[in-house]
């Protein structure tokens, strides 16, 4: 049965950082491009970032750019997600999710089949 499971969200401070987790079972997670998403309280939920299969190509939402990286771990069958220089905004339940094999990295939540049931990630003073 393919699971994700997230992991590493917490409380931190503005301008702190944190590593989130999403660790793979029952499916290869290096066959797969990865996403990540947020929904933020009383909004809708947004994409973040994707990698591609190959890690060849990365796409990033333009409120992380140069904050946020997203890599592999292929011998864990994990990927994370560091997160630098946290604001206010960036608070939201964060999920990694992963499409079909043949699809490659899109900001398309419709096209993923497999989700976590996300981490917190609060931001505050």
């Known amino acids: 049965q393919p699971q994700l499971v997230e992991s590493g969200g917490d409380l931190v401070q503005p301008g702190g950082s944190l590593r989130l987790s999403c660790a793979a079972s029952?499916?290869?997670?290096?066959?797969?491009?990865i996403g990540w998403f947020r929904q933020a309280p009383g909004k809708e939920r947004e994409a973040v970032l994707c990698?591609?299969?190959?890690?060849?190509?990365?796409n990033y939402a333009d409120s992380v750019k140069g904050r946020f990286t997203l890599s592999r771990d292929n011998a864990k069958n994990t990927v994370y997600l560091q997160m630098n220089s946290l604001k206010p905004e960036d608070t939201a339940v964060y999920y990694c999710a992963a499409p079909p094999a043949w699809s490659g990295c899109t900001f398309r939540g419709d096209r993923y089949a497999y989700w976590g049931l996300g981490t917190q990630v609060t931001v505050s003073s």
């Open positions: 029952g499916f290869t997670l290096r066959d797969y491009a």
């Open positions: 990698i591609s299969s190959s890690e060849l190509t990365a």
